[in-house]
């Protein structure tokens, strides 16, 4: 033994308690399953992220990711790594109906795999925070509480109007309504890092802004889609957005129907490659179209789903359509090769284009 190549000490340690089975099967070999909580959680997009601690030189490990969820295995071709703050995708060598195969490059030290990236209650908590002591005009304050007691983080951006004169509008953007869907987390840091910054500042004196990046904590501390496990009609943020009386869920209606906001923006995360808006209004969503399509809006993505939805009994964003008028629009912004930073740039410009269209309907031009 002693006359062979030294074995890989690298060790794969899960960072999100219950997720995933993992099994060694050979030196640099591993087998990861990820755990299913259910169908009422959906299962698509169950979280995979794990800590590679690697104490030798860089070498080059196999991982087998089995999916909880095999529907889409077509979609199943990239995953995520992250070494300090710089992340990176990973290509799979193989995808057969239940697993992908990814060769990682594990450096020394500290590394991080999994599907997508994780954003956590303290990511949250760390970036909400930053700004708060960073800029002025911002207000940290709690919503209310989850059904575990965790507080649901909102940050309020309310600067000094010059002259504007009357009431300014509420404008609410929320994140992790279905908490395993990261993306939605850093599509708030880039909406929140736009509103701060200098191309912010014309809308950031015309209304107050709720930035929520965490609204289900408890579905994010458990990695689930739910606020918990048992019927979606109870736990699902969206589908019993108007009649469960689940803590986190109730927190975010009352604060909604308090708030009234004139504009609501809701992301979410799906496989398919091609982002999604969703609206509720036709001109809504042409306007949307024509600020984020490219080449009008470079940075953003090259093609863009739209859907005119109509009546959603329960949701509590249609809720708020009807009730108050409200200019909707939730997304589905997909991964699958974007990275946090793509992200982030594709919810600050969702914001900047929401505003427009929500200006255009309300007869206001000097946006
Ligand atoms: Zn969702």
Redesign the pocket.
């Known amino acids: 033994m002693n006359q062979k190549a030294p074995a890989s000490d690298v060790q794969l340690v899960s960072e999100v308690r219950g997720t995933v089975r993992i099994r060694r099967r050979g030196e640099r070999e591993w087998h990861v399953a990820q755990c299913s909580f259910g169908d009422e959680h959906d299962n698509n997009q169950n979280v995979t992220w794990l800590r590679l601690v690697n104490p030798g030189r860089q070498t080059t490990i196999r991982i087998h990711l089995k999916w909880a969820e095999f529907r889409h295995m077509d979609l199943r071709r990239i995953a995520y790594v992250r070494q300090g703050e710089t992340y990176g995708i990973v290509r799979a060598e193989a995808v057969t109906p239940t697993t992908s195969t990814f060769d990682v490059a594990v450096p020394g030290g500290e590394s991080l795999f999994g599907a997508f990236p994780w954003y956590s209650n303290a990511d949250g908590e760390q970036f909400l925070e930053r700004v708060h002591t960073q800029s002025s005009g911002c207000t940290l304050r709690s919503i209310g509480t989850s059904g575990d007691d965790r507080p649901i983080q909102c940050l309020t951006i309310d600067t000094e109007a010059q002259g504007s004169g009357g009431p300014k509008g509420n404008v609410v953007v929320i994140g992790r309504?279905?908490a395993n869907?990261t993306c939605g987390s850093w599509a708030i840091e880039g909406a929140t890092d736009f509103l701060l910054g200098d191309e912010g500042r014309d809308i950031r004196d015309r209304y107050v802004f709720h930035l929520i990046p965490i609204v289900n904590p408890d579905g994010a501390a458990n990695a689930t889609?739910l606020t918990r496990m048992g019927p979606v009609a109870q736990h699902d943020m969206?589908q019993g957005g108007v009649t469960s009386d689940d803590p986190t869920i109730k927190a975010l209606r009352d604060e909604l129907y308090r708030l009234q906001p004139v504009a609501l923006i809701s992301h979410?995360?799906?496989l398919l490659s091609v982002p999604f808006l969703g609206v509720f209004e036709k001109q809504v969503g042409l306007t949307l179209l024509d600020e984020l399509v490219w080449p009008h809006s470079p940075r953003g993505s090259a093609a863009w789903m739209l859907r005119f939805t109509g009546p959603e009994a329960k949701f509590i964003r249609h809720e708020c359509f009807k009730r108050f008028g409200t200019t909707v629009v939730f997304t589905?912004l997909p991964w699958q090769g974007r990275l946090p930073n793509d992200i982030a740039q594709m919810g600050a410009d969702i914001l900047r284009a929401t505003m427009i269209a929500h200006e255009a309907k309300s007869g206001r031009h000097h946006y």
Do not use: A, N, P, S
Request: with cysteine; hydrophobic share 20%.
């Open positions: 309504m279905h869907e889609k969206v979410h995360c799906y589905e």
